[in-house]
């Protein structure tokens, strides 16, 4: 630590270092909040797929919203294997609005699960999906839709 900053608080650190080193700053905050406020408000609880599965239905969706890197894939698939259900995944993006759109058609009618990954590749279709949603008529979807 340089003489010049001797004095300075915490803050003051973090903000000396958003002047000069801005690479720096995220983790200098996040070691900034932990210590003022604990751990708990830097680390994100752990994940509690089956407890969100409790918490749906077949008429609401689950919706994950990851930070970059995240992929719940592999925890997912997982779980549906223990549950005995079938994943149907298509990734978003130019054109695939209408093969998402079989794909929810056929798992709403046999009780299977639908993973619709990279949706913000496909906003102008995000409508067209929140239309699907809220016509969906429950007594011609299966419970064990997902």
């Known amino acids: 630590r340089p003489k010049m900053m001797e004095g300075l ?25 932990a210590g003022k406020l604990g751990d708990k408000f830097v680390n994100p609880p ?23 890197g995240a992929d719940p894939g592999s925890t997912l698939y997982k779980f549906a294997d223990e549950k005995s259900k079938d994943i149907a995944s298509i990734s978003l993006g130019q054109g695939q609005g ?10 709403r009618e046999d009780g299977t699960w639908v993973l619709l990954q990279n949706c913000h590749l496909a906003t102008s279709w995000m409508p067209r999906l929140e239309r699907i949603l809220e016509e969906m008529d429950p007594k011609k979807t299966n419970q064990g839709f997902r």
């Open 98 to 107: 209408p093969k998402a759109e079989k794909l929810m058609d056929k798992a």
């Open 9 to 33: 608080n915490a803050l003051q650190d973090v903000m000396v270092l958003r002047c000069i080193r801005p690479d720096r700053v995220v983790p200098a905050v996040l070691e900034f909040i």
């Open 46 to 68: 752990p994940f509690d797929l089956s407890g969100s599965y409790a918490d749906s239905s077949s008429m609401s969706p689950l919706i994950f919203i990851l930070s970059p």
